[in-house]
């Protein structure tokens, strides 16, 4: 049942999102937004935002990373600041 309420108030929210698009209607952001977070609030099995792409920046938890690598990640993260 939370899962398809989230699943409602998730696509509320993108239905809202297309409104966003035009800056006279930027009153409706608050809107969007708690829509967004009551959605992702309910969704405790994460079936509604679960992301399909790890981020790429991000090593895998279960791999051990060199030096080299380390490094690598540290100056990629200090770009991205």
Avoid at 31 to 60: A, F, G, R
Wanted: with cysteine; aromatic share 12%; hydrophobic share 40%.
């Amino acid at each position: 049942m939370k899962t398809l309420a989230s699943r409602l108030l998730y696509w509320s929210g993108h239905l809202v999102s297309i409104f966003l698009y035009c800056d006279y209607l930027a009153f409706l952001y608050p809107v969007y937004k708690k829509l967004m977070i009551w959605s992702s609030d309910l969704d405790k099995d994460d079936k509604v935002w679960k992301s399909e792409q790890p981020d790429p920046l991000l090593p895998n938890p279960s791999q051990k990373l060199s030096d080299k690598q380390m490094n690598e990640l540290i100056e990629a993260m200090k770009k991205h600041q």
